[in-house]
T-cell receptor, first 113, second 112 residues
Framework: AAGVIQSPRHLIKEKRETATLKCYPI?????VYWYQQGPGQDPQFLIS???????DKGSIPDRFSAQQFSDYHSELNMSSLELGDSALYFC????????????FGSGTRLTVV | SQQGEEDPQALSIQEGENATMNCSYK?????LQWYRQNSGRGLVHLIL?????REKHSGRLRVTLDTSKKSSSLLITASRAADTASYFC????????????FGKGTKLTVNP
């Protein structure tokens, strides 16, 4: 069965650089969620999109932006990277209104040096 | 403030023993879910319990939900070394985008 695909798996950037993370949801899923998980921390909700429109926003820095495209894939853009942005970034997809467990991608590990 | 606080933060047991993890939350929920995460890897859905359910089983997993106390527990029976992982509860709040709010997780170590 198709899963949520994230790319890249690993990314190393220097401070003040820009990073773009990509998420390809399960086909026919209409909603994408982004989460950030720092070392030893729980996943924190960043932002979500429903049918290509932002549906909710969490603790996402102003330096970050995201969008969902016509093919439903989503990208998280992170600018002016800081050391504290080093984390695992997950996306998940689901069909809104249907009750079942979320499917998460394998994540992108971002290291800022 | 963060929902889904869990205890214990770490749990070490021997193979064959049972492991119990607890989770508390603060708002009204549609459902509560448990996820497993191997070190540095992705989150894997284990089990979901709806707000109108009190107990649910799946294989060696048993989940309870007490909405009056806003708490849940996950029991893993007859644990195996392969169960070693971090376990997170996550709540889906009523209304809104159906986003999940995660607790801080329990790190379970099962010793062979």
């Amino acid at each position: 069965a198709a899963g949520v695909i994230q790319s890249p798996r690993h990314l190393i950037k220097e401070k003040r650089e820009t990073a773009t993370l990509k998420c390809y949801p399960i086909p026919r899923h209409d909603t994408v969620y982004w989460y950030q998980q720092g070392p030893g921390q729980d996943p924190q909700f960043l932002i979500s999109f429903y049918e290509k429109m932002q549906s909710d926003k969490g603790s996402i820095p102003d330096r970050f932006s995201a969008q969902q495209f016509s093919d439903y894939h989503s990208e998280l853009n992170m600018s002016s990277l800081e050391l504290g942005d080093s984390a695992l970034y997950f996306c998940a997809s689901k069909v809104v209104g249907v009750t079942y467990g979320y499917t998460f991608g394998s994540g992108t590990r971002l290291t800022v040096v | 403030s963060q929902q889904g606080e869990e205890d214990p933060q770490a749990l070490s047991i021997q193979e064959g023993e049972n492991a119990t993890m607890n989770c508390s939350y603060k708002t009204s929920i549609n459902n509560l879910q448990w996820y497993r995460q191997n070190s540095g890897r992705g989150l894997v859905h284990l089990i979901l319990i709806r707000s109108n359910e009190r107990e649910k089983h799946s294989g060696r997993l048993r989940v309870t939900l007490d909405t009056s106390k806003k708490s849940s527990s996950l029991l893993i029976t007859a644990s195996r070394a392969a169960d070693t992982a971090s376990y997170f509860c996550a709540t889906e709040a009523q209304g809104g985008s159906e986003k999940l709010v995660f607790g801080k997780g329990t790190k379970l170590t099962v010793n062979p």
